[in-house]
């Protein structure tokens, strides 16, 4: 096997340097467990927005990058759901899921979650959720095939006409953030460290929309304790 020089760095060794990260973090974040940004009117208003029409009693929603909770525990307090599932790199934060949801929902016990490789959603089912949520996650994937991946893998654990509802950092402002199409896989460090960027919002239709996607739409707004310049939330359905 012919041994790999130290400059040639793989989406591989990206992926392991995250999941090293966050395995770390699960103690601060079940702390702050970014609670603040449930002080965001946008977080409710505009990615979460999907949820407060129609009955969802019968239909699965999943965060993608679930840290330790935040956002299933949010929706299972706000919202009928039959279930809501996270799923995260770091099988610490899962596990710290598991033990404190029950507690912080009020004894509920429709939820899951599931520790993902990284580079997608596996190894969560085919054609199970009808909304898959994320927020101040993907924009810390500086690895545009990576990012990309994980889109296509979403759209295969969606059913026909399930939705994304996601949010990503948008314009310039970010000092340490790579372009959008930037495969950043040598950087020795991870959110907010090295982000990547919007800016333009096709940059996300095209790539939905080659993915299968279609009804792409998208709102920007201020960061929310962020040094983008400024948010996008982007909603779009399976075909």
């Known amino acids: 096997m012919t041994e790999k020089l130290p400059h040639e760095y793989t989406n591989d060794d990206y992926t392991l340097m995250q999941k090293t990260f966050y395995e770390r ?16 009117p946008d977080y409710w208003n505009i990615l979460l927005k999907p949820l407060t029409s129609g009955d969802w009693s ?5 965060d993608f990058g679930c ?5 299933v525990q949010n929706i299972l307090n706000r919202f009928v759901v039959k279930e809501a599932h996270g799923c995260d790199i770091s099988s610490n934060n899962v596990h710290h ?15 899951r979650f599931v520790t993902v490789d990284g580079q997608s959603l596996q190894p969560l089912p085919s054609n199970t959720y ?26 295969r654990c969606l059913v026909s006409g399930g939705m994304i509802s996601l949010q990503m950092g948008y314009g310039m402002g970010h000092p340490n953030g790579f372009d959008y199409y930037h495969n950043a896989n040598n950087v020795q460090g ?3 460290l090295f982000d990547t960027r919007v800016t333009d919002p096709n940059q996300i239709k095209n790539d939905l929309l080659e993915l299968g996607f279609v009804d792409f739409d998208y709102v920007i707004s201020h960061p929310w304790s962020d040094t983008h310049e400024n948010w996008i939330y982007f909603t779009a359905k399976k075909a």
Do not use: W
């Open 97 to 111: 899921c598991e033990k404190i949801t029950p507690t912080l929902t009020g004894g509920k016990t429709n939820f």
């Open 58 to 62: 019968d239909k699965l929603v999943l």
């Open 25 to 40: 973090e699960t103690d601060i974040m079940s702390i702050e467990n970014h609670g603040l940004h449930n002080d965001n």
């Open 67 to 71: 840290g330790c909770g935040r956002n």
């Open 190 to 192: 991870t959110n907010s």
């Open 130 to 155: 009808s909304l898959i949520i994320s927020t101040i996650v993907l924009q810390h994937i500086c690895v545009y095939s990576i990012r990309k991946s994980i889109l296509a893998d979403m759209a």
